[in-house]
């Protein structure tokens, strides 16, 4: 059974650093993996998809990367702003063979930008 | 583009009482995903349906979860009866088929937040 974890559980840097969430795997077998941003009280906000036979995905301030042999991704935030304040998860898309079979999550990573 | 919808937003109820939300996909996405997000969690699949058949069902628990897609577009998701630890926040996603797009990106709905008592 795929397990998703998310590290760390919270951060909290001030505006301008740039800073790194990490997400581990343990069933390499995906599909895909994504990252996504929820606000409180909202749903899920797709940042980033990297499909199992790339290495990463870059869409402005944000870079993904993925190693799907040892079961690791990480989400890079450059130059990070007050606006970035949320709720990162992680969620990977197992493949049986068949077509995907649904999103496995992690807890998520509680982050706070400090003005 | 129009994104996922769901309704009711919020819902209280009282435990043993019944309960349905509604979600109605993009527009041409022929699969449907259930979520259920407790507080604190990530969410986790209820069901998946491929236009109006079901693919997992695995996870619903199926003595009080009920969820169906008729015409292969909307689909209502009903629990009867409640207990208190199905407080939680119901999401909707959906994607495309994976025949025509290859990625498997899911969109998400805002959810729908139901507290039991």
């Known amino acids: 059974k795929q397990e998703v974890t998310q590290i760390p559980a919270a951060l909290s840097v001030p505006e301008g650093e740039n800073l790194v969430l990490n997400c581990s795997f343990t069933d390499s077998a995906i599909y895909n993996l994504q990252w996504f941003r929820q606000d409180p009280g909202k749903g899920l906000t797709s940042l980033l998809l990297?499909?199992?036979?790339?290495r990463e995905q870059t869409s402005g301030r944000l870079n993904a990367s993925l190693d799907k042999s040892s079961g690791r991704s990480t989400l890079y935030i450059a130059a990070s702003q007050p606006g970035d304040s949320a709720t990162y998860l992680c969620a990977v898309d197992d493949y049986s063979g068949g077509g995907a079979d649904g999103l496995t999550f992690g807890k998520g990573t509680h982050l706070i930008i400090q003005p | 583009e129009a994104g996922v919808a769901q309704s009711p937003r919020y819902k209280i109820i009282e435990k043993r009482q019944s309960v349905a939300f509604w979600c109605n996909p993009i527009?041409?996405?022929?699969?449907l995903y259930w979520y259920q997000q407790i507080l604190g969690q990530g969410p986790k699949l209820l069901i998946q349906?491929?236009?109006?058949?079901?693919?997992?069902d695995s996870q619903l628990p199926k003595d009080r979860f009920s969820a169906e897609r008729l015409k292969g577009v909307d689909s209502t998701l009903k629990i009867q009866p409640a207990k208190l630890e199905d407080s939680a926040v119901y999401l909707c996603?959906?994607?495309?088929?994976?025949?025509?797009?290859?990625?498997?990106?899911?969109?998400f709905g805002e959810g729908s937040r139901l507290t039991v008592l």
């Open positions: 996603a959906s994607s495309l088929d994976l025949v025509l797009t290859n990625t498997g990106e899911l969109f």
């Open positions: 527009s041409g996405h022929a699969t």
């Open positions: 990297i499909q199992s036979s790339q």
């Open positions: 349906f491929q236009n109006n058949g079901v693919v997992d």
